[in-house]
């Protein structure tokens, strides 16, 4: 594994949820640089700017579905848009909605996780966070 910290956008709006998923991110043990931003209007601003300056983009994007000013399908439509396809991009939601999930993937989602409530999703989801910072942190 590289020693090159792992880039995380972490588009979460409500505080407790980011807290919790950067804990859980941290947990893993990879080294990571989390930058988190609270709606979707920021988020594509953010992605903008990188792409305008041909800085490095994020090596994940926690993205959250249900966020003010643009949405979680709106911020996905405009990654594709912008061909960020270097980047894997992880919903992060409380939905469990079939219909959520399917419209998350035709939007180039990568991966949809649902946030977890209890110990047992809690020690899943930092065994699926692991799994893709790991994949993130050897590509070229």
Do not use: C
């Not at 880039?7 to 990879?30: F, Y």
């Not at 903008?48 to 800085?55: A, C, G, L, W, Y």
């Not at 983009?57 to 911020?75: C, R, S, T, Y």
């Amino acid at each position: 594994m590289s020693d090159k910290a792992v880039r995380v956008l972490l588009v979460e709006d409500n505080p407790a949820d980011a807290l919790l998923a950067a804990e859980l991110i941290r947990e893993t043990g990879v080294v990571v640089n989390i930058t988190n931003v609270n709606d979707g209007e920021i988020a594509i601003s953010t992605l903008e700017r990188i792409v305008k300056n041909q800085t490095e983009a994020p090596d994940l994007i926690l993205l959250d579905i249900n966020l003010p000013k643009k949405n979680g399908h709106e911020v996905l439509r405009f990654i594709k848009k912008v061909h960020l396809e270097s980047t894997f991009v992880a919903i992060y939601t409380g939905s469990s909605s079939p219909e959520d999930e399917r419209n998350a993937k035709e939007h180039g989602a990568d991966a949809y996780i649902i946030k977890p409530i209890g110990s047992k999703e809690m020690e899943l989801t930092i065994e699926r966070f692991r799994e893709i910072l790991i994949s993130r942190s050897k590509k070229p």
